[in-house]
């Protein structure tokens, strides 16, 4: 969604902006702008793609703002591309989030002689700030703020100045501290490249920066802000030498598996309100409501916690039970379905953890407890190394609360997850890549898996793929198969597997080709499958983690074969702020 830049210091702005803008791609946008003061207000514009027009644009100034736009209120057209200026000319504005009550504002702006140019709800943020602009840009936008009801970060700048005014509610914004100039940002990404050194905005901040430095007020009132320092390192937001992203992220799971666990394993102490609970209710969206599957499965067989999750947009329509844990995970922390559920969630009186990605995100102020998830900077819109991080976080999680009845498993994933990686998918590759539809089966924690696989493929390859309880197809599904509706199921020794090769018979019976993932040797699998991709003898519970890499890469690889766009899939953003 919506990404925004500032920049003042000894740079060119509209470079610092451009770069940042590029690091913020991945959330998702359509069009995109910039504004510098030097000492006029200019101002660019454009739809598509930033690399395209990189070299086209030539503003001056070492103070400036950026904007990446995920069209709301408007068709994505340059007119509706921020930065916004005011009727003069002399204010610019870039803004992430929604401005609720922007139609009332606009008719009373338009009443008193306002002129807008654009559809969007955020160009009356720059007119109420021309009317009460006297020379002091951070009391104009002191005193237009309360006018403003739902969502915003927005930094503003004014001709002659040399400052940005930013202000927050509801929209991350990160200021990055650096020598002698400052980065404002959604989120830590593109301040990596000038300093590490960052504050995390709260709702209600106003911040003024000029080049004598930052001050940080709630209200007319200074306040100070911790300085944290981000962990991630800018080479972990460079492709590195692989084609995409998402390819990238893959090979460097086997390192975040580890890194999660001992993060979860530091924080043990932490855990003892979830080993205490009657309940818990796990809220999540997308990939992430599919990791919080497999921590349900596991809780419930491992520790006996009955454990339900609630797709976060739905949470509200469920009565919490009093005193219940209720754990939202995210990857990035700003899911705005998943922020309101927590928030919920918090009035009703229950217990919150977030489990999540991002220092400092918004969800790590609202939940009682924070559990970091150590995956690094997730560039791909398709979640991989983050899903198989909140898999890492709940497995540690279960081990620790059970005692360490997932010891093994952890270890053997740790050890065979390389291997996984490597495994052979082209064969899969062709016989799926051609469908219209395909279904992902398996059973017991293979089920969340086969749903996380489906919503690879379709999210990257456009294919239609659905994931389902191997035991369901029987129930509907079955009227979808034929040989041109190939299937994938996840099928290993342990207690699913009788049963699962039933199903895999029934299937086949309907003429349906098959790609099995199972276990090295299984010769009656490998017997019934039109492809078989073979994976290390593990446990079941192993097994199906190693199956989820599988998943990925024949998605990723089919997406390749047809020549989609892998990291940046049409219509999707990474980072959903909107309900
Ligand atoms: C978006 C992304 C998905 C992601 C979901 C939840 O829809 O496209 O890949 O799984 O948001 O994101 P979160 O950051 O909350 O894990």
Not at 41 to 61: M, N, Q, R, Y
Not at 383 to 401: C, D, L
Request: glycine fraction near 8%; aromatic fraction near 8%; include cysteine.
């Amino acid at each position: 969604m919506c990404g925004i830049v500032g920049y003042l210091g000894y740079r060119q702005a509209a470079e610092v902006c451009m770069e940042g803008l590029l690091r913020l791609e991945y959330r998702g946008y359509d069009s995109f702008g910039i504004a510098t003061v030097s000492p006029e207000i200019a101002v660019f514009k454009e739809t598509g793609k930033i690399s395209a027009a990189k070299d086209a644009v030539h503003l001056k100034g070492t103070c400036g703002i950026g904007h990446t736009r995920w069209a709301t209120h408007g068709v994505p057209s340059r007119t509706n591309a921020h930065p916004f200026t005011d009727c003069t000319g002399k204010i610019a504005v870039v803004h992430n989030g929604i401005i609720e009550n922007y139609a009332a504002l606009k008719r009373d702006l338009e009443k008193r002689g306002h002129t807008f140019v654009s559809e969007t709800d955020t160009e009356v943020i720059p007119h109420l700030i021309e009317e009460k602009y006297t020379g002091n840009l951070r009391e104009a936008v002191s005193k237009i703020l309360p006018l403003l009801e739902g969502a915003y970060a927005i930094l503003v700048i004014a001709e002659g100045t040399e400052e940005i005014v930013a202000a927050r509610k509801g929209s991350p914004l990160v200021l990055g501290v650096g020598d002698r100039e400052y980065v404002f940002a959604s989120d830590g990404l593109p301040i990596l490249d000038y300093t590490r050194k960052v504050i995390y905005l709260e709702d209600g901040d106003l911040a003024e920066v000029t080049p004598a430095g930052y001050t940080i007020y709630q209200g007319k009132k200074p306040v100070e802000r911790k300085v944290a320092t981000l962990e991630w390192d800018a080479a972990d937001v460079r492709k590195g030498g692989f084609a995409h992203y998402m390819l990238k992220e893959m090979y460097e799971q086997p390192e975040v598996f580890s890194n999660t666990i001992n993060s979860i394993t530091e924080n043990a102490a932490a855990l003892c309100r979830i080993r205490e609970a009657r309940s818990v209710t796990v809220v999540a969206c997308g990939t992430s409501a599919n990791a919080s599957t497999v921590f349900a499965y596991l809780m419930e067989s491992v520790c006996g916690i009955p454990t339900r999750v609630v797709l976060a947009s739905e949470f509200k329509y469920f009565p919490t039970p009093k005193n219940d844990v209720v754990i939202a995970v995210s990857q990035s922390g700003e899911t705005a379905d998943t922020i309101s559920a927590l928030k919920i969630a918090k009035e009703r009186g229950a217990k919150t953890f977030c489990v999540t990605n991002v220092l400092g995100s918004s969800l790590t102020r609202i939940a009682e407890t924070t559990l970091y998830t150590r995956a690094g900077p997730e560039v791909s819109v398709a979640a991989t190394k983050s899903f198989t991080a909140q898999v890492a976080a709940f497995m540690e999680i279960v081990n620790i609360i059970s005692g360490g009845m997932l010891k093994k498993a952890v270890a053997e994933i740790q050890r065979y997850l390389p291997e996984a990686l490597d495994c052979d998918v082209e064969s899969a590759v062709e016989l799926v890549k051609d469908a219209s539809t395909l279904l992902y089966v398996g059973r017991g924690l293979s089920y969340p898996i086969s749903m996380e696989g489906a919503l690879k493929m379709k999210e990257i390859s456009y294919i239609h793929a659905e994931g389902y309880a191997a035991g369901e197809l029987k129930h509907g599904p079955f009227a979808l198969l034929s040989k041109e509706t190939p299937v994938v199921a996840v099928c290993l020794p342990g207690s699913t597997y009788p049963v699962m090769m039933s199903n895999l018979k029934e299937i086949k019976a309907r003429s349906a080709p098959e790609v099995v993932i199972g276990c090295v040797g299984d010769i009656d699998a490998e017997e019934i499958a039109d492809v078989f991709i073979p994976l290390p003898k593990v446990s079941e519970t192993a097994g199906v983690i190693l199956a989820s890499v599988v998943l990925q890469m024949l998605a990723y690889k089919t997406a390749v074969a047809l020549g989609t766009d892998v990291d940046m899939p049409r219509n999707l953003a990474k980072s959903v702020t909107v309900e």
